[in-house]
Nanobody
Framework: QVQLVESGGGLVQPGGSLTLSCAVS????????IGWFRQPPGKERERISC????????WYADSVKGRFTISRDKPKNTVYLQMNSLTSAATAVYYC?????????????????????WGQGTQVTVSS
């Protein structure tokens, strides 16, 4: 079964940095993409980044572009989200999720919907 587990959340000072990890298991082939989502208190969930595991492509929301960096370690089946210059606006539950493609079709980050499997989330709190 496909499983995704987030880690790395916690309390961080304003202006600080934090790196989240998403460990993925259960895929027999690498034709999928991993998206990062966040949901601040009282607000809707939004997609903030995405990376394909089958091609070299990434996507960032305007709200995090230039400050967040998504990366992958394919041998470890792990995706990372490096977050810099954090403010209180980044306080949220962060989720990773997978977008599946048919075998031998590249998974792309073009679409905000259609993510099939989700992690349980990790809390990030930016506060002094």
């Amino acid at each position: 079964q496909v499983q995704l587990v987030e880690s790395g959340g916690g309390l961080v000072q304003p202006g600080g940095s934090l790196t989240l990890s998403c460990a993925v298991s259960g895929f027999s082939l690498d034709y999928y993409a991993i998206g990062w989502f966040r949901q601040p208190p009282g607000k809707e969930r939004e997609r903030i980044s995405c990376i394909s595991m089958s091609e070299d492509s990434t996507w960032y929301a305007d709200s995090v572009k230039g400050r967040f960096t998504i990366s992958r370690d394919k041998p470890k089946n792990t995706v990372y989200l490096q977050m810099n210059s954090l403010t209180s606006a980044a306080t949220a539950v962060y989720y990773c999720a997978s977008y599946s493609a048919l075998p031998y079709y590249h998974a792309r980050c073009d679409f905000p919907d259609g993510y099939d499997f989700w992690g349980q989330g990790t809390q990030v709190t930016v506060s002094s």
